[in-house]
């Protein structure tokens, strides 16, 4: 696996020092993102499948596990008709036939629940209050955490299910994969960000800084979704977008089309969405912007001459060098880090200024994406009981296993850090697999 070297930061902060958030820039984006993450893999099994190591069973769906003389050794289910759909697109869910399979030893890497919204709404956390009425699936239908009450039946310890991790910026994909199929904006520092009548949200939720922290905020505002305000040049500068095909040039590995998207006003993807998306409102004016911005939501809730007035007040305090405006100085905070300044802040600037537009409004919904609790193991990845034994026979890793243990990142998580998770707890589950045989 090979990496792109500038370095992305995440959750940039909490309210002081010795509080949550990063100090310094985390993580990587792997060279070819899912995809170049997943060929070393493949590569490896398909090795293993041509020395007749490995069968691999497309179309077989998992619906019970099952023990004899007390291991857990069989693993029944159904098997979908072949399908000729497109990757990422819906397949038939037509049952040909059932089967079952024995084995010495059973690794459930089945994901999250994320795809399935009765289930996030059923184990929302009581400290969010009532799930968003309107969410966005930022994973695929197929992580629809059924495997979990599965492996719960056949006695397997499922805990930590109300730490979840949900995206507060998220936005109804233009061109959709899959059902709700919602894109998250990884933002940069410069975006106004602002709640569903239009006051700014508090410090230090600023875009990028505490996911977690401004979930909670909106689920207190009475409204399930927010607004970025920005302009052209800090969109081109600061949005990426998350995932594979919102990414062509690191998804293709093409280093030509990685320097034309810093060179470009916009890069295409996210022009994409301004010309198409739902959520974009593109205008000249601010008052334009606003009639827009009504009109998406069909609320009315924001008013021009409010708007105009947290605007105004935000752009005073770029010409100040004594601000008191603290997302201005974190975006000169942030401008300090190389990889920033390069390619993912823009320079501090009026954003009102007519010469950086033209302006745009952003309505940001709830996503979901991860699952940080899930069955419980422990540090072989042998998944437990509720009394703490290993299940014989039964071992989890990946996002079903809270990406290792069942809820290894917290409640905040590490963000950018999940599929370290899944390969480590992988690994483990693999060798004590094997170890368990010989
Ligand atoms: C758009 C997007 C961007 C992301 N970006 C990042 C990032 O930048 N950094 C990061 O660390 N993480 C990121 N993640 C998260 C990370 O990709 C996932 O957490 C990780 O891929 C989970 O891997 P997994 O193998 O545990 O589960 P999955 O990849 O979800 O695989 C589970 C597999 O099990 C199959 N399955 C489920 N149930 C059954 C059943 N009953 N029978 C048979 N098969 C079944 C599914 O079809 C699927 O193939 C992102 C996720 C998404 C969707």
Same mark, same amino acid.
């Given at each position: 696996?090979?990496?792109?070297?500038?370095?992305?930061?995440?959750?940039?902060?909490?309210?002081?020092?010795?509080?949550?958030?990063?100090?310094?820039?985390?993580?990587?984006?792997?060279?070819?993102?899912?995809?170049?993450?997943?060929?070393?893999?493949?590569?490896?099994?398909?090795?293993?499948?041509?020395?007749?190591?490995?069968?691999?069973?497309?179309? +077989?769906?998992?619906?019970?596990?099952?023990?004899?003389?007390?291991?857990?050794?069989?693993?029944?289910?159904?098997?979908?008709?072949?399908?000729?759909?497109?990757?990422?697109?819906?397949?038939?869910?037509?049952?040909?036939?059932?089967?079952?399979?024995?084995?010495?030893?059973?690794?459930?890497?089945?994901?999250?629940?994320? =795809?399935?919204?009765?289930?996030?709404?059923?184990?929302?956390?009581?400290?969010?209050?009532?799930?968003?009425?309107?969410?966005?699936?930022?994973?695929?239908? *197929?992580?629809?955490?059924?495997?979990?009450?599965?492996?719960?039946?056949?006695?397997? *310890?499922?805990?930590?299910?109300?730490?979840?991790?949900?995206?507060?910026? =998220?936005?109804?994909?233009?061109?959709?994969?899959?059902?709700? +199929?919602?894109?998250?904006?990884?933002?940069?520092?410069?975006?106004?960000?602002?709640?569903?009548?239009?006051?700014?949200?508090?410090?230090?939720?600023?875009?990028?800084?505490?996911?977690?922290?401004?979930?909670?905020?909106?689920?207190?505002?009475?409204?399930?979704?927010?607004?970025?305000?920005?302009?052209?040049?800090?969109?081109?500068?600061?949005?990426?977008?998350?995932?594979?095909?919102?990414?062509?040039?690191?998804?293709?590995?093409?280093?030509?089309?990685?320097?034309?998207?810093?060179?470009?006003?916009?890069?295409?993807?996210?022009?994409?969405?301004?010309?198409?998306?739902?959520?974009?409102?593109?205008?000249?004016?601010?008052?334009?912007?606003?009639?827009?911005?009504?009109?998406?939501?069909?609320?009315?809730?924001?008013?021009?001459?409010?708007?105009?007035?947290?605007?105004?007040?935000?752009?005073?305090?770029?010409?100040?060098?004594?601000?008191?405006?603290?997302?201005?100085?974190?975006?000169?905070?942030?401008?300090?880090?190389?990889?920033?300044?390069?390619?993912?802040?823009?320079?501090? *600037?009026?954003?009102?200024?007519? /010469?950086?537009?033209?302006?745009?409004?952003?309505?940001?919904?709830?996503?979901?994406?991860?699952?940080?609790?899930?069955?419980?193991?422990?540090?072989?990845?042998?998944?437990?009981?509720?009394?703490?034994?290993?299940?014989?026979?039964?071992?989890?890793?990946?996002?079903?296993?809270?990406?290792?243990?069942?809820?290894?990142?917290?409640?905040?998580?590490?963000?950018?850090?999940?599929?370290?998770?899944?390969?480590?707890?992988?690994?483990? /589950? =693999?060798?004590?697999?094997?170890?368990?045989?010989?």
């Amino acid at each position: 696996m090979r990496i792109f070297p500038v370095v992305g930061w995440a959750e940039r902060g909490g309210y002081d020092a010795t509080g949550h958030g990063n100090s310094v820039p985390r993580f990587h984006i792997t060279w070819g993102t899912g995809p170049g993450v997943v060929a070393p893999f493949e590569r490896r099994v398909r090795e293993g499948v041509a020395k007749g190591l490995v069968q691999l069973r497309f179309r +077989h769906r998992v619906t019970g596990l099952a023990r004899t003389a007390g291991a857990l050794d069989t693993v029944t289910g159904e098997i979908l008709e072949p399908s000729g759909a497109e990757r990422g697109t819906a397949s038939s869910r037509e049952v040909t036939a059932p089967f079952e399979l024995k084995a010495q030893a059973v690794i459930v890497t089945s994901g999250g629940i994320g =795809g399935n919204h009765d289930l996030v709404r059923a184990q929302w956390p009581e400290r969010l209050g009532t799930p968003p009425a309107k969410m966005l699936s930022g994973v695929p239908a *197929h992580v629809d955490g059924l495997m979990l009450g599965i492996a719960e039946k056949a006695g397997a *310890h499922h805990i930590n299910r109300d730490r979840m991790w949900h995206y507060t910026e =998220g936005i109804e994909n233009w061109n959709p994969i899959w059902s709700r +199929h919602g894109i998250r904006i990884l933002p940069g520092p410069s975006s106004l960000w602002l709640d569903a009548r239009g006051k700014r949200l508090p410090v230090p939720l600023f875009p990028g800084f505490d996911t977690l922290g401004t979930l909670e905020h909106i689920m207190g505002s009475g409204h399930g979704y927010t607004w970025f305000v920005l302009n052209q040049r800090i969109i081109g500068k600061e949005f990426a977008l998350s995932g594979s095909e919102q990414n062509p040039d690191l998804t293709g590995k093409s280093v030509r089309d990685v320097i034309g998207r810093a060179r470009a006003d916009v890069p295409a993807p996210v022009k994409a969405f301004m010309d198409h998306g739902a959520d974009f409102v593109v205008e000249k004016d601010l008052d334009a912007l606003v009639r827009g911005m009504n009109a998406v939501t069909g609320d009315g809730l924001i008013d021009a001459a409010e708007l105009r007035r947290e605007i105004t007040a935000r752009d005073r305090e770029i010409a100040n060098p004594f601000t008191k405006d603290l997302q201005v100085t974190a975006i000169h905070g942030a401008r300090a880090y190389l990889g920033d300044r390069l390619i993912r802040t823009a320079k501090p *600037h009026r954003i009102l200024d007519p /010469a950086a537009g033209p302006l745009i409004a952003v309505r940001l919904n709830i996503l979901t994406r991860k699952s940080l609790g899930g069955l419980e193991t422990d540090l072989s990845s042998r998944v437990l009981t509720a009394e703490g034994t290993p299940l014989p026979g039964l071992y989890a890793a990946g996002e079903a296993a809270g990406f290792g243990g069942g809820g290894v990142h917290g409640y905040r998580s590490l963000e950018g850090t999940f599929l370290g998770g899944c390969i480590f707890s992988g690994r483990a /589950a =693999g060798r004590a697999a094997a170890d368990a045989v010989t």
